[in-house]
């Protein structure tokens, strides 16, 4: 069974069609029982769609959606703000004005340099890795946000010219950084798109899973990033999996920004 899948993108995101009703609908098809819609929400002034997302519409749609699939779909608000760190009083105003259930905290660029385009691993290996860590070290400072997303994305396009991510070369970075989320009590996201790129494996990597376990964490929470309805859940029951064998009893599902021990299936 697929408890939750809180990564879901809909057409208020710049990079997907998908409406949010089409999104319940495949997630009820596959038996999920609870969902959270979380929408990117950029401010980067070379982004070509720094603030596209339309919080007020999009509400709006979700409470469609909630009335509508009330007895068979459980609907999250979820957002993923992407470098809140570096737009404190948009992001601020945005988590405050609105009810989330919860908010990622996801780190898409360093400085200038988005971590999808080639350009950015025109350097050394150790270098790009370890700006990265450093960044969302910063990142987790900020206070904005309930669950770290996706942590170790970097790799999923690192892995093109590098070869094969090893945390190990970048434990006390990652350790680090775990130790501010357990301290903090923020929840650490396990995302499977990821497993849907030629890098074959979640992220954050079972390595880093463990560490969090190590260091205190008792946060984790689930993702797809789907972007369509066919992906939708995929990828959630080998994340489970991994989640369980790291040593973790339970998923956190999330309620007005509030964490919540879920057992795990």
């Known amino acids: 069974m697929v408890p939750h899948d809180y990564h879901i993108h809909t057409h208020f995101s710049c990079d997907s069609n998908a409406s949010m009703i089409s999104m319940c609908r495949a997630a009820i098809e596959a038996s999920i029982p609870e969902i959270g819609i979380s929408e ?6 070379k982004d070509a769609y720094a603030g596209f997302f339309n919080a007020d519409k999009w509400w709006e749609e979700l409470r469609r959606c909630q009335k509508e699939f009330h007895d068979v779909l459980l609907i999250r608000a ?14 601020e105003q945005l988590v405050q004005n609105y009810p989330w259930d919860y908010a990622f905290g996801a780190l898409h660029r360093v400085g200038d340099d988005l971590v999808f385009e080639e350009a950015y691993f025109n350097r050394a290996e150790q270098t790009a890795y370890a700006d990265y860590f450093t960044e969302l070290q910063r990142m987790i400072q900020s206070g904005f946000f309930d669950i770290l997303a996706h942590m170790d994305i970097v790799k999923r396009y690192g892995f093109e010219k590098y070869g094969r991510f090893d945390p190990e070369n970048y434990e006390e970075q ?12 923020l929840a650490l996201e396990l995302n499977t798109i990821t497993l849907r790129r030629s890098i074959k494996e979640t992220s954050p990597s079972k390595q880093i899973l463990q560490w969090f376990r190590e260091e205190g964490g008792q ?36 309620k007005r920004r509030k964490p919540k021990r879920s057992p795990l299936p």
């Open 219 to 254: 946060w984790v929470t689930l993702g797809s990033d789907a972007h369509s309805p066919e992906e939708v859940g995929l990828g959630i029951e080998k994340g489970l999996s991994l989640i369980q064998s790291s040593g973790f009893e339970n998923l956190a599902s999330f």
């Open 174 to 185: 990652i350790r680090s950084i775990l130790q501010t989320l357990a301290h903090r009590d």
């Open 78 to 91: 979820g957002i993923e703000l992407s470098e809140p760190h570096c737009y404190p009083k948009a992001v």
């Open 40 to 45: 990117h929400f950029d401010l980067h002034p």
